[in-house]
C-alpha cells in the first residue's frame, strides 16, 4: 500500500501508483454468501469492541453518520479541541473505554450533500485562515467554514477550503496544509448518536469496558466471598483479547475461573 493518497475527482482518495487488478473468478453463490457472512461477522465484533473502546462513540463511515455531536479522531484515542481563545489543538491520550471531553466535542452542520461544518461548545465555527490554521472563530458559515469528508478503502480524511487536509504540526496545533492525504491526514469521526440497532445491546454488561473490567465483574457474580478477597486468575491476558474478537469471551472467562478454582482446591 502507498504511503499516501491524493485527491481526485469527486473528492476521491486515490492510491497513489495503485493498478486496477483484474477481476478474480467466482467461486460460487453459496461461497460467497459464507464469506460474506463471516466477514458481516468479524465486522459487528470489531466495530462492538471499537465502540466500547472509545466510551459508547462509534466511528462514522459515510457522510450520512455525519450528525449531532462529533469528535475528531487524530491518533489512538487523541481528539481534536477547542481552546476559548479559538485555537484547536490535539487534546492528551484518554484512557481505554473513555470517550472525549466537552471541549473536544463539536455539532456537524451538513451543508448539500458533501460538505460540514463544525462548531465548538464556544459557539464558533471551525475555519481555515490564511496561514493554512484551523481556528474556530466564526460567527456564521461562509466558504471558509466548510469541509468534506472523503472516503475510501475504510479510511477517512477531511478536507479544507482549500483543498488540503486537516491534520496536525508538531507543536500540536490543527493545520489544513497538505494537497496530499498521508497516514497524519488519515482521521476518524466519531459520533454518539443512537443508531438503529445498539452495538452492544447483545454484549452482557459484565463483559463491557476493559478486559480486565470484564473478568473482575465475572469475579463478583460467581465468586462466594467467604474471607472476603476478590481472586482474578493470574493468566496471561492475551487469551481474553482473542476471545473477544472470536466472540467467545464469556466461555473463556469461565474456564479461568473454574480452572482458578480448582487449582486452588489442589494445592
Given at each position: 500500500m502507498a504511503d499516501s493518497y491524493t485527491l481526485g475527482k469527486r473528492g476521491k482518495l486515490t492510491f497513489k501508483g495503485k493498478k486496477d487488478k483484474k477481476p478474480k473468478k467466482s467461486k460460487g453463490k453459496k461461497r460467497?454468501?459464507?464469506?460474506?457472512?463471516?466477514s458481516e461477522s468479524t465486522t459487528a465484533i470489531f466495530?462492538?469492541?471499537?465502540?466500547?473502546?472509545?466510551?459508547?462513540w462509534w466511528e462514522?463511515?459515510?457522510?450520512?453518520?455525519?450528525?449531532?455531536?462529533?469528535?475528531?479522531?487524530?491518533?489512538?484515542?487523541?481528539?481534536?479541541?477547542?481552546?476559548?481563545?479559538g485555537l484547536l489543538i490535539v487534546g492528551p491520550p484518554h484512557p481505554e473505554a473513555?470517550?472525549?471531553?466537552?471541549?473536544?466535542?463539536?455539532?456537524?452542520?451538513?451543508?448539500?450533500?458533501?460538505?460540514?461544518?463544525?462548531?465548538?461548545?464556544?459557539?464558533?465555527?471551525?475555519?481555515?485562515?490564511l496561514d493554512r490554521r484551523v481556528v474556530g472563530r466564526s460567527e456564521a458559515i461562509g466558504v471558509r467554514e466548510q469541509f468534506e469528508p472523503v472516503f475510501q478503502d475504510g479510511k477517512m480524511?477531511?478536507?479544507?477550503?482549500?483543498?488540503?487536509?486537516?491534520?496536525?504540526?508538531?507543536?500540536g496545533d490543527i493545520v489544513c496544509q497538505s494537497s496530499k492525504a498521508g497516514p497524519k491526514e488519515m482521521i476518524?469521526?466519531?459520533?454518539?448518536?443512537?443508531?438503529?440497532?445498539d452495538?452492544?445491546?447483545?454484549?452482557?454488561?459484565?463483559?463491557?469496558?476493559?478486559?480486565?473490567?470484564?473478568?473482575?465483574?465475572?469475579?463478583?457474580?460467581?465468586q462466594s466471598f467467604q474471607d472476603r478477597r476478590i481472586r482474578?486468575?493470574?493468566?496471561?491476558?492475551?487469551?481474553?483479547?482473542?476471545a473477544k474478537k472470536e466472540g467467545s469471551l464469556h466461555e473463556k472467562l469461565l474456564d479461568r475461573r473454574e480452572k482458578m478454582k480448582s487449582d486452588r482446591y489442589c494445592k
Open positions: 460467497k454468501h459464507e464469506d460474506a457472512s463471516s466495530d462492538r469492541e471499537d465502540t466500547n473502546n472509545h466510551g459508547g462514522v463511515k459515510s457522510f450520512d453518520d455525519i450528525t449531532g455531536n462529533i469528535a475528531v479522531e487524530v491518533g489512538d484515542q487523541m481528539y481534536i479541541g477547542s481552546l476559548d481563545n473513555e470517550g472525549p471531553d466537552p471541549s473536544e466535542i463539536f455539532t456537524a452542520v451538513k451543508l448539500g450533500d458533501t460538505k460540514v461544518a463544525f462548531k465548538s461548545g464556544y459557539g464558533k465555527y471551525l475555519s481555515v485562515d480524511a477531511l478536507s479544507g477550503c482549500n483543498n488540503c487536509f486537516v491534520s496536525y504540526d508538531s507543536d476518524k469521526l466519531r459520533s454518539c448518536a443512537a443508531r438503529e440497532g452495538p452492544l445491546e447483545d454484549v452482557p454488561k459484565e463483559e463491557r469496558g476493559t478486559l480486565k473490567d470484564a473478568e473482575l465483574n465475572y469475579v463478583k457474580k460467581f482474578i486468575s493470574k493468566e496471561d491476558a492475551s487469551e481474553l483479547k482473542k
